[in-house]
């Protein structure tokens, strides 16, 4: 009953928000803030918006098998970040973009830019499905098998709330929520920290000498290239997936965008990359603390590893409640900011890029258009996460990122050829090129420790779909040359 009465108060303040920021907000205030959003604010809304559910319950939990390594991963996208920041923003601003995706077709042709909004909407509804699925499976357990509410009422009633305060203002809400949602998430994760460390009987300095002395606080792996936790396999993965991920998703440059010019942007781009550094080691912390406590009280937690285990502790007896109503406000601040995102930008990318509803039509019909295309965003993520569900896969955090190599590397390979290359394409195989290159990648993958003499392909295999699909987009060029759009 706690658990529920958090979610409507915590629910409460993000439809309060949406209202009040969303009210008057035409299709261009939704798709893309107009234009008007203050950097800082923007900022800090994107700390919070690259934590997802999964980070907050699959991070800390990795700890105890993976050590400090996603650490390594993380640095990787600072650096990804700068890439970012003064490739593709100046760009996107110069070419007046309101998706992201505009710009294949200026480069490309309009198959190639349908091609992009259909692998942004694919692989953007499956990893908003895979992380919020975490997140209502959690629910699931703390607070709704106890009321003996099934799994796909949970869903469809959660999504529904989500709809309700995205659809007020789109891009120019979700600002303001995510902001909220940054602030809650670090008001969470210290409050978590704390308890358990009390829960521990241990004071700072002994919180502090403890995790530095325990096995799971290391960082660098830098020994045995074989190894997938080898650094700079984790730091250039790191530093392409934020291209890909950040730079290249409709979802998060759409609040970049908001901002008044590319300067700022910038500014916001840098800012947020380097605010989320201190907050992940904040979460590795935690998922230390977490393998203390499992040492020190065995029996309270038997049984309970990776994903499971945040969950399990701070729902143990020794924990005092209050650890538990963190552990709900951070879960839910994660997951239903980042869940109300991805239905603002999968309604962009499918009314903009796919239905190209602003073309030739007025405001009334986008406007019209808009809002049912966002309740069918809506009912399809819902039908996706109960999919999900009876899948029943536990390993969320290697899934969201496998799932982002096989789909944001043709993404990647594309832009990538656009930026680098002046050869125009034929515009008509490019569908057939972005669907072979994961394909090829899959069977790479499978095979790479046979053929490449035990070296395991791991999060580098975004890079590697994004050159097979430069390799495919070189043998479909032809031979006029013409000056690059950037």
Aim: glycine fraction near 8%; proline fraction near 3%; charged fraction near 15%.
């Amino acid at each position: 009953m706690i658990v529920c009465l958090v979610i409507a108060l915590y629910l409460g303040g993000m439809l309060l928000i949406s209202w009040r920021t969303g009210r008057g907000a035409d299709s261009h205030g939704f798709f893309t803030g107009g234009r008007r959003s203050p950097w800082p604010v923007v900022a800090l809304a994107m700390v919070g918006a690259g934590i997802s559910g999964v980070t907050f319950v699959s991070v800390p939990g990795a700890v105890e098998a993976d050590g400090w390594s996603y650490l390594q991963m993380v640095l990787g996208f600072v650096a990804g970040a700068a890439v970012v920041a003064w490739v593709l923003i100046p760009l996107f601003y110069r070419m007046k973009l309101v998706s992201i995706y505009g710009y294949l077709q200026q480069r490309f042709g309009n198959v190639s830019y349908r091609t992009g909004g259909w692998i942004f909407f694919v692989s953007k509804l499956l990893g908003a499905s895979v992380r919020f699925y975490v997140v209502c499976v959690v629910l699931q357990a703390i607070a709704f098998d106890p009321m003996h509410v099934p799994f796909a009422l949970n869903v469809l009633l959660t999504v529904a709330l989500i709809w309700l305060y995205s659809q007020w203002g789109g891009v120019k809400s979700m600002i303001w929520t995510d902001s909220l949602k940054t602030c809650c998430l670090l008001l969470s994760v210290v409050g978590c920290i704390v308890l358990v460390a009390r829960s521990l009987q241990m004071d700072v300095w002994e919180t502090m000498d403890a995790v530095c002395r325990h096995r799971s606080c290391r960082i660098f792996y830098l020994d045995d290239v074989n190894d997938g936790h080898y650094f700079w396999k984790h730091f250039t993965a790191g530093i392409f997936l934020m291209i890909a991920c950040t730079g290249l998703d409709q979802d998060l440059m759409q609040r970049t965008l908001s901002c008044s010019d590319s300067r700022k942007a910038q500014k916001n781009m840098m800012v947020s990359a380097v605010a989320q550094v201190p907050l992940i080691v904040l979460f590795l912390v935690l998922g230390t603390l977490l393998c203390l406590y499992k040492e020190h009280y065995p029996a309270e937690v038997a049984g309970a590893a990776g994903d499971s285990l945040f969950a399990t502790v701070v729902w143990s007896e020794r924990c005092p409640r209050v650890v538990g109503i963190a552990f709900v406000i951070g879960l839910i601040s994660a997951a239903y900011s980042a869940a109300g995102s991805a239905l603002t930008a999968l309604t962009t990318s499918f009314t903009l890029d796919i239905l190209q509803a602003d073309r030739g039509h007025d405001e009334r019909y986008l406007t019209r258009i808009r809002r049912r295309v966002h309740v069918g965003m809506a009912l399809l993520m819902a039908a996706v996460i109960i999919v999900f569900y009876y899948m029943n896969d536990d390993s969320a955090i290697n899934a969201v990122y496998r799932l982002a190599a096989y789909t944001y590397g043709p993404i990647l390979g594309l832009f990538a050829f656009g930026l680098v290359c002046r050869w125009p394409v034929r515009d008509a195989w490019v569908p057939v090129v972005v669907v072979t290159a994961p394909l090829l990648c899959y069977v790479l993958q499978t095979h790479s420790e046979q053929w490449l003499d035990g070296y395991r392909i791991g999060f580098e295999l975004i890079i590697l779909n994004a050159v097979v699909t430069m390799m495919g987009m070189m043998m479909i060029r032809t031979k006029k040359l013409k000056n690059s759009q950037t």
